[in-house]
C-alpha cells in the first residue's frame, strides 16, 4: 500500500568502492530509468547523483523526510543488505527516519535477527544477479527475460560491460 516506490541511484556507492570498477552513475540512472519506464506506482531518483560524492542512505532518507515531513518512509532492502546495516553509516539515524522492510527470496531464512527490520516481504526467487547480467553481456551471452528489455537495449547502445567493468 506504498503511495510510490523511489528507486534512488547511488552516486559512488561507498561500500563498494574499491571492490571492482563501478558503473558511471549517469549509466546506472538511465538503466534505472529505462526499466522503471512505464511501471505504475515506481518513480526513479538521481537525487543522490546531484549530491555528488559519496552517497550515503541516511542523507537521502533526511533530504526526502525534509521535502515531506509529513510522508512516512520505508527503506527496502534486500536480505542480502539487511545483513549488512550494522555497517551502515549513522545506522541509528537511518532506523529513526525510515521503517526498514527487508526483502527475501522464497525458500531463503534470514541470517540470524537483524536489529531495526521492520517488516518482511517475501517475493518469489529469480536466480539472477547484476554479477551474472555483466558477465553474460561480456562474453556475448543474451540476457533477454533477465532484465527489462529498455535496460538491456540500452547496455547494448552504449557497449555497457564489454569486458572492464566487470
Known amino acids: 500500500d506504498l503511495d510510490v516506490v523511489l528507486l534512488v541511484v547511488a552516486n559512488q556507492p561507498w561500500q563498494k568502492l574499491g571492490d571492482r570498477p563501478i558503473t558511471p552513475a549517469g549509466d546506472r540512472l538511465a538503466m534505472v530509468a529505462a526499466a522503471a519506464a512505464g511501471v505504475a506506482g515506481v518513480a526513479v531518483s538521481g537525487l543522490e547523483i546531484d549530491r555528488g560524492g559519496i552517497t550515503y542512505s541516511v542523507d537521502t532518507l533526511a533530504t526526502l523526510h525534509g521535502q515531506n515531513p509529513a510522508a512516512e518512509l520505508f527503506l527496502i532492502v ?15 539515524e537511518v532506523r529513526a527516519l525510515a521503517s526498514i522492510v527487508e526483502v527475501t527470496r522464497s525458500g531463503d531464512r534470514p541470517k540470524g535477527e537483524v536489529p531495526g ?5 517475501e517475493i518469489p526467487r529469480i536466480e539472477v544477479s547484476s554479477t551474472d547480467v555483466r558477465q553474460r553481456v561480456a562474453s556475448g551471452a543474451p540476457i533477454d527475460f533477465l532484465v527489462p528489455s529498455p535496460a538491456a537495449s540500452y547496455i547494448a547502445d552504449h557497449g555497457l560491460y564489454g569486458g572492464e567493468l566487470l
Open 78 to 92: 534486500g536480505s542480502d543488505v539487511a545483513a549488512g546495516l550494522t555497517t551502515w553509516e549513522r545506522i541509528d
Open 117 to 121: 527490520i521492520r517488516h518482511r516481504v
